[in-house]
Nanobody, 127 residues
């Protein structure tokens, strides 16, 4: 059974930091692109960052460049999203997703390219 389990969300003051984790199981980790998306109330789900589990290559949405860092620990089948300098507009539910690298562009921020999704973790940034 494929599982993606996010953790690490919470309430933080603007300018603060959080680290999200995504623990994956049930598929061959190296064969997938792992991404973080976020969805604010009333808005569409948007891509934040992704990483190729095989190569470690990373991609970031412009809105988070220089503030967020994605990384993976392949031994633990876990991807992390270190979020620094958080802003109130970062407030959203954050979802981890996995898509097969063989059939998609490694830098895709298109939700439809991802086959598996976690249940989400809530991030609230207070001003």
């Amino acid at each position: 059974e494929v599982q993606l389990v996010e953790s690490g969300g919470g309430l933080v003051q603007a300018g603060g930091s959080l680290r999200l984790s995504c623990a994956a199981s049930g598929f061959t980790f190296d064969d997938y692109i792992i991404a973080w998306f976020h969805q604010a109330p009333g808005k569409e789900r948007e891509g934040v960052s992704c990483i190729s589990a095989e190569t470690g290559r990373t991609y970031y949405a412009d809105s988070v460049k220089g503030r967020f860092t994605i990384s993976s620990d392949n031994a633990k089948n876990t991807v992390y999203l270190q979020m620094n300098s958080l802003k109130p507009e970062d407030t959203a539910d954050y979802y981890c997703a996995a898509g097969p690298r063989a059939t998609m562009q490694w830098f895709s921020m298109t939700a439809g390219d991802y086959d598996y999704w976690g249940q989400g973790t809530q991030v609230t940034v207070a001003s």
